[in-house]
């Protein structure tokens, strides 16, 4: 199978879930982010810093749980413009 490349948008994408990634992680080490969600420091290393802008559903919502963040918080951060979903009907 071979993969598509990415799009401007999926890289961009990945910019915006590293920064908001890094800054929820704050002053916890690298490590310690890692360790809690489960998987290795370097992957965490790329993802924050883009090289890997398009990690798997297991890897963020893994993160997600680690850094006290909700997937829709998530979501919300990777729209091209933060905050611009629409609401859920409710």
């Known amino acids: ?10 890289r961009e994408r ?10 929820a992680r704050a ?4 490590g310690d982010v890692a ?9 965490l290393r ?4 883009g090289r890997i802008p398009t990690p798997t559903f297991f890897t963020v919502s893994a993160l997600a749980g680690a850094l ?11 729209e091209p413009e933060a905050g611009r ?3 859920a009907a409710g």
């Open 14 to 23: 990945g910019e915006r879930l590293g920064r908001l990634l890094r800054e």
């Open 85 to 87: 979903r629409p609401a």
């Open 27 to 30: 002053e916890r080490s690298l």
């Open 1 to 10: 199978m071979v993969r598509e490349p990415l799009t401007p948008a999926d």
């Open 68 to 78: 006290g963040l909700s997937l829709d918080t998530i979501a919300d951060a990777s």
């Open 46 to 49: 790329k993802i924050e810093t």
């Open 35 to 43: 360790g809690a969600a489960g998987v290795s420091a370097e992957t």
